[in-house]
């Protein structure tokens, strides 16, 4: 599939750029916002991903000009500001998702793949857990906990994820390492436990459950 990045950071780009073609994309880079809105209104991209700090031009103007132009490409946000705020102004501008700077590559792709099954036409339905107290929208990579929406990190979403797409099954640390944080990660597996303790702390202690010696899992 055909995308395109708009990103100035070339230490950004550069990785991700990479990834992304191994992946099995084929992937146009634009450095500034001006030249990724002219790529974007010219080419023909289902997936556009887009930094909101842009020179010239930033991803929220370019999203406003794209949706005004009639492109309907799915549009994914990065950008440094995590903010519920600006996540709903993204989404509301023609937006499709949002991850926050630093992500973890597998966290990238799993954002694009939800995306290009929205464009398929086969987005898979909302997913829920803990006898439907909490849901999960896999394309907008929102939470909802008893009714409301809980601001999240991206980090804490694809754990969260993780978790639910798989509901009853044990996850060590290892694993929930590598299928958030990424193989190539060199820090810490107790990272994991931190960051279920964020996860517990703005949704429910029953959110995750845990067991000495299994590990963590997410009730159907």
Do not use: C, H, N
């Not at 930033?58 to 309907?72: H, K, P, Q, S």
């Not at 990272?191 to 009730?219: C, Q």
């Amino acid at each position: 599939m055909r995308l395109l990045l708009v990103e100035d950071d070339p230490r950004i780009a550069g990785p991700t750029v990479d990834a992304l073609r191994e992946a099995g994309y084929a992937v146009t880079w634009a450095q500034t916002g001006p030249e990724g809105l002219e790529a974007a209104l010219l080419g023909d991209f289902p997936l556009i991903v887009l930094d909101v700090m842009l020179p010239g031009m930033d991803g929220f103007e370019i999203a406003r000009e794209l949706r005004a132009g009639g492109v309907e490409a799915a549009v994914l946000f990065l950008t440094a500001r995590g903010d519920l705020a600006d996540r709903v102004q993204g989404l509301d501008l023609g937006g499709d998702a949002y991850l926050v700077k630093p992500f973890a590559v597998p966290e990238l792709l799993a954002t694009l793949r939800a995306l290009s099954r929205r464009e398929r036409g086969q987005t898979a339905p909302q997913v829920t857990f803990t006898d439907g107290r909490g849901t999960l929208d896999t394309v907008a990579r929102t939470v909802t906990w008893d009714g409301t929406e809980v601001a999240v990190t991206g980090r804490e979403y694809s754990l969260l994820e993780a978790l639910a797409l798989s509901p009853e099954r044990w996850f060590t640390r290892e694993d929930l390492l590598d299928r958030v944080w990424g193989p190539e990660f060199g820090g810490e597996a107790r990272i994991v436990d931190v960051y279920v303790r964020y996860v517990r702390r703005k949704l429910a202690p029953e959110a995750i459950s845990s067991e000495r010696g299994r590990g963590y899992r997410v009730e159907r």
